[in-house]
């Protein structure tokens, strides 16, 4: 419930320093805590036969290297380069439900927050903090976002993918338990409580790091100043690295 989510949370906002955890049976009990309470879910939602949808697009202008940050509970983000000086972002909501009035007052209720600043904008998903428990319906929120190359991301999602490609200003991601892929970017920092982390084509002259609590670490063609990729519970495969001392770690695979 909302404490689970309040722990997970705090925990993806700093980094996972997999030296300062007592030991393999404090992750899989958080682990195991995701599973059973992802569990939970499924069945609340096995009766959700209704599905509503709606569609939006915001245009945002954020001009070659601003910043945009994305803020997601449940569904996807993805984000690939264009020209220009604009962001456009497709926002699809589906909402989930036992009938068509309780799939509609999902839509209604379950929102997305734009903040647009000179150079910066951000997109928060909001959830009623009343219906956080057992609502009528279940919504997730998908993003499709093209935006200048140069735009600095970070982005965030409790239950979906990360998706970046093309994208050369700095990127920092944090997820729950989904996969996350950055293709042709920089500076990159991913994070992850158990999902798999694939890095490919990164050309940094800084600190490439990818973390993750449960899932594999693939690297391919990076070239950075520093390299660290740490995994509690998958393998790290590399293939063409040009990096300085990196630092590649796992504590149950290989």
């Known amino acids: 419930g909302p404490q689970i989510?309040?722990?997970?949370?705090?925990?993806?906002?700093?980094?996972?320093?997999l030296g300062d955890l007592r030991g393999l049976r404090d992750l899989r009990a958080l682990q195991d805590l995701r599973v059973f309470r992802d569990q939970q879910n499924r069945?609340?939602?096995?009766?959700?036969?209704?599905?509503?949808?709606?569609?939006?697009?915001k245009t945002l202008k954020l001009g070659a290297t601003g910043a945009l940050e994305v803020r997601n509970i449940a569904g996807d983000i993805t984000v690939t380069a264009v020209s220009g000086g604009d962001a456009t972002v497709e926002i699809i909501k589906t909402s989930k439900a036992q009938n068509d009035a309780d799939a509609k007052l999902?839509?209604?209720?379950?929102?997305?927050?734009?903040?647009?600043?000179?150079?910066?904008?951000?997109?928060?998903?909001?959830?009623?903090?009343?219906?956080?428990?057992?609502?009528?319906?279940?919504?997730?929120?998908?993003?499709?976002?093209?935006?200048?190359?140069?735009?600095?991301?970070?982005?965030?999602?409790?239950g979906g993918n990360l998706t970046v490609t093309d994208i050369k200003g700095d990127v920092s991601t944090s997820t729950h338990g989904r996969d996350t892929t950055v293709t042709n970017g920089r500076t990159v920092s991913v994070k992850s409580m158990g999902g798999t982390i694939n890095l490919t084509g990164i050309d940094s002259d800084g600190t490439v790091e990818a973390?993750?609590?449960?899932?594999?670490?693939?690297l391919k063609q990076i070239k950075a100043r520093r390299l660290q990729a740490l995994t509690g519970r998958g393998d790290v495969s590399a293939m063409d690295l040009n990096c300085d001392n990196p630092a590649l770690g796992t504590m149950g695979g290989n």
């Open 43 to 57: 069945n609340h939602e096995r009766d959700f036969r209704v599905t509503q949808e709606s569609r939006e697009t």
């Open 5 to 17: 989510d309040a722990a997970v949370r705090a925990a993806m906002s700093g980094d996972i320093q």
């Open 106 to 158: 999902g839509l209604e209720k379950v929102t997305v927050d734009t903040d647009q600043r000179p150079d910066r904008a951000s997109l928060i998903a909001h959830y009623p903090d009343g219906d956080r428990d057992r609502p009528p319906y279940s919504v997730s929120i998908a993003f499709h976002i093209k935006a200048p190359a140069g735009t600095r991301l970070t982005l965030s999602t409790l």
């Open 211 to 218: 973390q993750t609590l449960g899932g594999e670490v693939n």
